[in-house]
């Protein structure tokens, strides 16, 4: 059974303070996703990755793939109120997309 | 504003009866996808269509089935409802054939009572 293991659970921390959150998987996916989920809403793609050791930059967030194409993170700099949400990272492989708990983030004024 | 709709927001119903969720994906998407979320088990994928037939399956209950119409929206009907199958159930599309680009709905939360 695949699965994707997020760390931390829950992060809460002061605004302007630098973070990271994992994705771990002991399978290999041909991609992964990283979403982002706010109360009352669906997830909202953030950012793909799919070669081993990519990184991608969307503004203040950093996604970084591992070489072995089982891992990944998202690095924020200067943490902003409005980066509070429930950050998914999902796996694709063949016919199957799998999802990890997620981690719940929270951004103090 | 994703461009999916779901209907209803929200469903309360009691134990034993059935409920169809409905879907509308984005205008141009072919693909539907159904997630069922809780809090213990985290977002998982149930079924996905494509332009109207079945491509794929996950954790789907055989008490559970949905369908996409010709119009290519999509129904999820959830029947002998049980207390555990509260949830939130998010419906996603996307242009191309089981895509990991997916566009999700808002929601429809289900509470069995």
């Known amino acids: 059974t695949q699965l994707l293991e997020q760390s931390p659970q829950f992060l809460s921390i002061q605004e302007g303070e630098n973070l990271t959150v994992y994705c771990n998987s002991s399978?290999?996916?041909?991609?992964l996703q990283w979403y982002r989920q706010e109360p009352g809403e669906g997830p909202v793609l953030l950012v793909t990755?799919?070669?081993?050791?990519e990184v991608k930059k969307l503004k203040r967030l950093t996604f970084q793939f591992g070489d072995a194409r089982k891992d990944s993170s998202l690095h924020i700099t200067a943490a902003q109120p409005g980066d509070t949400g429930l950050y998914l990272c999902?796996?694709?492989?063949?016919?199957?997309?799998?999802f990890g708990k997620g981690t719940r983030l929270h951004i103090l004024p | 504003d994703s461009g999916v709709t779901q209907t209803p927001k929200h469903l309360i119903t009691a134990t034993g009866q059935r409920v169809t969720l409905r879907c509308s994906p984005r205008?141009?998407?072919?693909?539907v996808y159904w997630y069922q979320q809780s809090l213990d088990q985290g977002l998982q994928f149930l079924i996905q269509?494509?332009?109207?037939?079945?491509?794929a399956k996950g954790n789907i209950l055989e008490r559970f089935s949905a369908q996409q119409f010709p119009d290519l929206h999509s129904e999820l009907n959830l029947s002998s409802l049980e207390l555990g199958d509260s949830a939130l159930y998010f419906c996603?599309?996307?242009?191309?054939?089981?895509?990991?680009?997916?566009?999700f709905g808002a929601g429809t939360r289900l509470s069995v009572l």
């Open positions: 996603a599309s996307s242009v191309r054939d089981f895509s990991y680009i997916q566009y």
């Open positions: 399978s290999v996916f041909s991609s």
């Open positions: 990755v799919v070669t081993g050791g």
């Open positions: 999902a796996g694709a492989s063949d016919d199957k997309i799998i």
């Open positions: 205008s141009g998407d072919l693909s």
């Open positions: 269509y494509y332009n109207g037939e079945e491509r």
